[in-house]
């Protein structure tokens, strides 16, 4: 099965959330969208970065470039990578360097400039311009075509899902923002439908917590005086795994005062449960440092056990695995008695 995509939907229409994601796709779908076999992706070679180097027929070798938005540079850097790869040579066993090398630049659009670097250049470009296509049956497709001739586009299918979150049980959660509805297409089936529960479970918890952008996050938080929030949870997206990250706002363990501090929570089985790191010793509430990261110990009191960090034959710290939900509600509680 092809890897889930994450898009976001614009003013103009649908797009890959960065340029990486579409390098992702395409890298997927080498061989149908171009009859290439994927050879390298992100090559550093003498200072610069090639997206993706692939081969066709008879070991052609091809380097392509892709922009998520318009770019004036595209045949330049080609250009560049052309030179570096001719005089290197890489990949000798699987390139026959005797053939012409196919530069292919991919683009929403070209800039007038890209064509007249393309126009007196001594090199061959092949210049492909795409879009997404959002059919009436909610399937995306990446549609291609070249510039040069009057071919048929290519349909390339991608493997996301526009996501709906008005059909709640609560009449009283708000409609998802669209950063959000993005991120859940990225998701498997799973992961959204227990995302939905969490995202209910917060917003469902006290009339006054509001679902707020900020930098790039969704925070869940009341206000209070001017601009201030009291936070209880975030989502953030992390681009390179395409999953959703949750944090919370929890005490700190062993503080006198209760201080309260932003922590990510170690997710597991598609946001149901989370991982709960365990001291051996009894009754005791600790940071625990290991696989250098700080994790957040607690006794142990329910949950059944994942793993055990040992060393040198001794047992240093068990994993547990508890319902998310659970320290979901100890951060709401905890938000309670901030605001009370």
Same mark, same amino acid.
């Given at each position: 099965?092809?890897?889930?995509? @994450?898009? =976001?939907?614009?003013?103009?229409? &649908?797009?890959?959330?960065?340029?990486?994601?579409?390098?992702?796709?395409?890298?997927?779908?080498?061989?149908?969208?171009?009859?290439?076999?994927?050879?390298?992706?992100?090559?550093?070679?003498?200072?610069?970065?090639?997206?993706?180097?692939?081969?066709?027929?008879?070991?052609?070798?091809?380097?392509?470039?892709?922009?998520?938005?318009?770019? !004036?540079?595209?045949?330049? *850097?080609?250009?560049? +990578?052309?030179?570096?790869?001719?005089?290197?040579?890489?990949?000798?066993?699987?390139?026959?360097?005797?053939?012409?090398?196919?530069?292919?630049?991919?683009?929403?659009?070209?800039?007038?400039?890209?064509?007249? /670097?393309?126009?007196?250049?001594?090199?061959?470009?092949?210049?492909?311009?795409?879009?997404?296509?959002?059919?009436?049956?909610?399937?995306?497709?990446?549609?291609?075509? *070249?510039?040069?001739?009057?071919?048929?586009?290519?349909?390339?299918?991608?493997?996301?899902? =526009?996501?709906?979150?008005?059909? =709640?049980?609560?009449?009283?959660?708000?409609?998802?923002? !669209?950063?959000?509805?993005? &991120?859940?297409?990225?998701?498997?089936?799973?992961?959204?439908?227990?995302?939905?529960?969490? #995202?209910?479970?917060?917003?469902?918890?006290?009339? !006054?917590?509001?679902?707020? %952008?900020?930098?790039?996050?969704?925070? +869940?938080?009341?206000?209070?005086?001017?601009?201030?929030?009291? *936070?209880? @949870?975030?989502?953030?997206? /992390?681009?390179?795994?395409?999953?959703?990250?949750?944090?919370? &706002?929890?005490?700190?363990?062993?503080?006198?005062?209760?201080?309260? @501090?932003?922590?990510?929570?170690?997710?597991?089985?598609?946001?149901?449960?989370?991982? #709960?790191?365990?001291?051996?010793?009894?009754?005791?509430?600790?940071?625990?440092?290991?696989?250098?990261? %700080?994790?957040?110990?607690?006794?142990?009191?329910?949950?059944?056990?994942?793993?055990?960090?040992?060393?040198?034959?001794?047992? +240093?710290? *068990?994993?547990?695995?508890?319902?998310?939900?659970?320290?979901?509600?100890?951060?709401?509680?905890? &938000?309670?008695? !901030?605001?009370?």
């Amino acid at each position: 099965m092809k890897n889930k995509v @994450a898009l =976001q939907k614009t003013a103009q229409g &649908w797009k890959f959330i960065d340029e990486s994601e579409l390098e992702t796709f395409v890298w997927d779908n080498l061989e149908e969208i171009f009859e290439l076999k994927p050879l390298a992706r992100q090559l550093y070679i003498q200072g610069e970065v090639c997206d993706i180097i692939g081969i066709g027929k008879n070991n052609q070798l091809t380097i392509i470039e892709l922009k998520n938005t318009q770019d !004036r540079y595209i045949i330049n *850097q080609l250009t560049r +990578y052309y030179e570096n790869l001719r005089e290197e040579q890489p990949f000798k066993d699987n390139v026959d360097y005797e053939q012409e090398v196919r530069l292919l630049a991919i683009c929403p659009n070209f800039h007038r400039h890209n064509l007249i /670097d393309e126009k007196h250049s001594r090199l061959n470009f092949e210049l492909f311009t795409f879009y997404i296509l959002c059919k009436e049956d909610n399937e995306f497709y990446f549609s291609v075509s *070249q510039i040069s001739n009057q071919s048929e586009a290519k349909l390339i299918k991608i493997n996301y899902q =526009q996501v709906n979150l008005q059909n =709640q049980q609560n009449d009283n959660i708000p409609e998802a923002p !669209r950063l959000l509805l993005d &991120w859940l297409g990225a998701l498997t089936e799973t992961e959204l439908e227990n995302l939905k529960q969490i #995202r209910q479970q917060i917003l469902g918890f006290d009339h !006054r917590i509001e679902e707020i %952008i900020v930098n790039k996050s969704i925070v +869940y938080a009341s206000r209070y005086g001017k601009d201030k929030l009291r *936070q209880c @949870a975030e989502f953030s997206f /992390d681009r390179k795994s395409k999953k959703i990250i949750l944090f919370l &706002w929890l005490i700190i363990p062993n503080r006198q005062n209760k201080t309260i @501090a932003r922590m990510q929570v170690d997710t597991t089985e598609e946001y149901l449960t989370y991982s #709960r790191y365990v001291p051996v010793k009894e009754k005791s509430i600790l940071w625990e440092k290991f696989f250098n990261k %700080i994790f957040y110990s607690v006794p142990k009191d329910s949950g059944r056990l994942f793993s055990e960090l040992i060393h040198l034959g001794q047992v +240093y710290n *068990q994993i547990f695995v508890a319902e998310t939900k659970n320290i979901v509600n100890q951060a709401l509680q905890t &938000w309670l008695e !901030r605001i009370n």
